[in-house]
């Protein structure tokens, strides 16, 4: 089992930029893709950004696409997601999940492992 935690929220105002870091560990296999969701008040589970540990293939969501960026550091077990220009409607907890495959795939179902989140605040 891979254990995760993710860290780096907090309250920001419209504009701003967050990184946020998740940190894997346990039974880690090297060969996994990973991504980070999040999920507003009210609102279902939401693909944000993924990418794979073979090839650093990266998916966004469209909302994400040129504000954020998701990158991976292999020997930290890390990832990031630099979020940048932040927006109200970016307010979520946001998690990070490792992957089974190395595909970096946007279902969730995909997914093996969860963090337990962090929570991004984004006011005007």
């Known amino acids: 089992q891979v254990q995760l935690t993710e860290s780096g929220g907090g309250s920001v105002q419209t504009g701003d930029s967050l990184r946020l870091s998740c940190v894997a560990s346990g039974d880690v296999n090297r060969r996994n893709a990973m991504a980070w969701f999040r999920q507003a008040p009210g609102k279902g589970r939401e693909f944000v950004a993924a990418?794979?540990?073979?090839?650093?293939?990266?998916r966004y969501t469209y909302s994400a696409e040129g504000r954020f960026t998701i990158s991976r550091d292999n020997a930290r077990n890390t990832i990031y997601l630099q979020m940048n220009s932040l927006k109200e409607e970016d307010t979520a907890v946001y998690s990070c999940?490792?992957?089974?495959?190395?595909?970096?795939?946007?279902?969730?179902?995909?997914?093996?492992?969860w963090g337990q989140g962090t929570q991004v605040t984004v006011s005007s």
């Open positions: 999940a490792a992957a089974v495959t190395d595909y970096p795939t946007t279902e969730a179902i995909a997914y093996k492992d």
């Open positions: 990418i794979s540990r073979a090839d650093d293939k990266k």
